[in-house]
């Protein structure tokens, strides 16, 4: 088992440009989140989703948006980049709402808004 | 509205000696879970140890244990003989599992950093 994939590792953008983080889980988990972590500081959810077909804001949603293509995808996206969004990109994924499961993490993506 | 505070920016621990991470939280629901996590410096994020808010006893996991006092709402982390290697970035974390929401939407304190001195 793979765990939680996230591609890409690395990026740079531009001011103004738009991309699209990827994530991906083979746990069959339900819920999955996409967090930032600036230097120094701990995680703070953006998006997620508790379930296929239902995505719900976090903390600092805004200049994001998500979709949860399936179980397994769960995508985050940056429509117009900016400086304030360089950061590192975790993806995480966990099982039932009311049980232990801990949250499984990605490798992460750094992102650079220049 | 839910929140997880960690005091303690940085700490410094003799090899060998315990140590104990301090979280408290803010919730309403009664039905909740807590969390640690420690990140090393090369980022990833490694699952420690999980307390539910209506486990009878605290749990533990080999060296981790979680003082967990329900009435003071605080969940610390204790290392016992702490080791080079346990030198990181460490967080608490809370999940609300409310009876009527599907949600599991789970937050992080700011952490702390442990540094272990040989």
């Not at chain 1, 953006?46 to 948006?65: F, R």
């Not at chain 2, 909740?32 to 808010?53: R, V």
């Not at chain 2, 209506?54 to 006092?69: I, K, M, P, V, W």
């Not at chain 2, 080791?83 to 974390?93: K, N, P, R, V």
Request: aromatic letters at 12%.
């Amino acid at each position: 088992n793979a765990g939680v994939t996230q591609t890409p590792k690395f990026q740079v953008l531009k001011t103004g440009q738009s991309m699209t983080l990827q994530c991906a889980q083979d746990m069959n988990h339900n819920s999955m989140y996409w967090y930032r972590q600036d230097p120094g500081m701990g995680l703070r959810l953006i998006y997620y989703s508790a379930s296929e077909g239902t995505t719900d804001k976090g903390e600092v949603p805004n200049g994001y948006n998500v979709s949860r293509l399936n179980k397994r995808e769960f995508s985050l996206r940056l429509e117009s980049a900016a400086p304030s969004q360089t950061s590192v990109y975790f993806c995480a994924s966990s099982g039932t709402p009311g049980q232990k499961n801990e949250q499984f993490f990605g490798p992460g993506t750094r992102l650079t808004v220049l | 509205a839910q929140k997880i505070t960690q005091t303690q920016p940085g700490m410094f621990v003799q090899e060998k000696e315990a140590v104990t991470l301090d979280c408290t939280y803010d919730t309403s629901d009664p039905s909740y879970g807590l969390f640690w996590y420690k990140q090393p410096s090369s980022g990833e994020m490694i699952f420690l140890i999980y307390q539910g808010s209506y486990d009878q006893q605290n749990a533990t996991e080999g060296r981790y244990s979680l003082n967990f006092q329900k009435a003071r709402k605080s969940a610390n982390l204790v290392i016992s003989a702490s080791q080079l290697g346990d030198s990181a970035m460490y967080f608490c974390a809370m999940r609300e599992v409310g009876l009527w929401s599907s949600a599991s939407k789970i937050i992080f304190g700011s952490g702390t950093r442990l540094s272990i001195r040989p």
